[in-house]
């Protein structure tokens, strides 16, 4: 034992990981059925929903929060510390969470691995590039710009209103400068002088839907659906109308398979898309939990911020989508957060907690808990049980708790 506690970074890497074959082959993943990416990282294929489609499906949890601070509230480290906790009661166990962007992985927020002893492995690769997933998101993103752009450059056949084209690029990074640009300059070779922009790569429509499709037929008519601009006549231009739609899909070919990697204790862990919540949907692929549920007699999920953002679009939007339904929500809380809840403190992002934070303040928790008690009410009008998990920290005091 040790008296302090290492960092993130340093319990993971002190922790060996497992052939990903061996993950694999514990939850009942054929060899046939997965492709390496290296040895501790592989993609499974779509293949084994045809031959697990007769088994029972699992339990299907999705872990939600209070409305967060600015620092989080935990959800990641409670939805794979209750992984590991079934585990060590021996139930068969599965994680399904979505990939981070490195938009925020290189911002304040950092990754989305979890933390502590409570992590998915490989910590770095799980935050930077993993499979190339979104990768392949923005290049399908992008090349649909560039048939955009052509097309207009083309005699606009299709009519497009300049003054009504919503598709712009995408990068996966915070790039400020690249926010709203002017594209098109140069010679007339260079296509139409115009004002675009870019946003980051999850924020993109095509990440959006690889986390909501459940086959590549699917994947491409959702595609092809795609709404790009406004023509002079004030009809959708789709991608299907600039025939893009195919070379999109194919593009995505790997993308809609879900990575299996691993937790600190070598429970399988399923990573597959990740839109943000506030402006998609805020959850791992329905793929992913499909196969997860078939595997594994408990499935734990998470939301993306609280219940009433992603939670609510788990439920009304994933779940309609997919079939599944829910037995539990898990809603996570801390003590720090009720006291923010109070409105007699605030916390920054990258600075100095105020120090009453730190100290005991039963009044403040008793007014901030409206906000826990709200975001339960909320939870149960889906008619599912809900459990309360508060993500403890030292500062905090047993009367408090």
């Keep these: 034992m040790t008296n302090k506690v290492p960092s993130d ?16 082959d514990k939850i009942g993943i054929k060899q046939d059925e997965i492709e390496l990416y290296g040895s501790n990282k592989a993609k499974i294929k779509l293949e084994i929903l045809n031959r697990l489609k007769d088994k029972p499906k699992g339990k299907y949890i999705d872990v939600t929060a209070i409305t967060p601070t600015p620092l989080g509230e935990g959800k990641t480290v409670t939805t794979i510390g209750l992984s590991l906790g079934l585990s060590k009661i021996s139930k068969k166990v599965a994680t399904t969470i979505r990939q981070p962007s490195l938009g925020p992985v290189f911002g304040i927020k950092g990754g989305a691995a979890g933390g502590g002893y409570s992590q998915v492995l490989p910590m770095e690769d799980f935050n930077l590039h993993l499979t190339g997933d979104v990768h392949a998101v923005s290049i399908a993103h992008n090349l649909c710009s560039a048939f955009l752009d052509n097309s207009l450059h083309k005699n606009n056949k299709l009519n497009i209103d300049i003054a009504n084209i919503f598709w712009r690029r995408v990068v996966d990074v915070s790039d400020r400068a690249l926010r709203n640009i002017v594209i098109g300059l140069g010679s007339k070779d260079d296509g139409i002088t115009r004002q675009s922009g870019f946003d980051i790569s999850v924020a993109s429509e095509v990440m959006a839907i690889l986390a909501l499709t459940t086959s590549l037929k699917d994947l491409r008519k959702r595609l092809a659906n795609i709404v790009v601009a406004m023509n002079s006549s004030n009809k959708p231009v789709t991608a299907e109308d600039l025939q893009v739609a195919g070379a999109m899909t194919v593009l995505l070919k790997d993308a809609i398979k879900p990575n299996l990697l691993q937790t600190t204790e070598h429970t399988p862990c399923f990573v597959h898309a990740g839109p943000f919540a506030n402006i998609a949907h805020g959850n791992s ?11 594994a007699d408990y499935v734990v999920t998470e939301s993306g911020f609280g219940s009433d953002c992603g939670m609510e679009k788990f439920m009304n939007i994933k779940c309609r989508y997919s079939g599944l339904t829910p037995n539990c929500v898990v809603m996570v809380c801390s003590i720090r957060a009720l006291k923010m809840h109070s409105g007699k403190f605030t916390i920054v992002a990258g600075k100095q907690l105020d120090e009453g934070l730190l100290k005991e303040n ?37 009367k408090e708790s």
């Design 9 to 24: 970074i340093e319990i993971a890497q002190s922790i060996k990981t497992k052939p990903i074959n061996e993950i694999a």
């Design 362 to 398: 039963l009044s403040a928790v008793e007014e901030g808990v409206c906000n826990l008690e709200k975001h339960i009410e909320n939870a149960k009008f889906f008619g599912v049980p809900v459990v309360v998990a508060i993500n403890k920290f030292v500062t905090d005091t047993d």
């Design 285 to 295: 692929s329905i793929i992913a939990d499909q196969m997860a549920l078939k595997l």
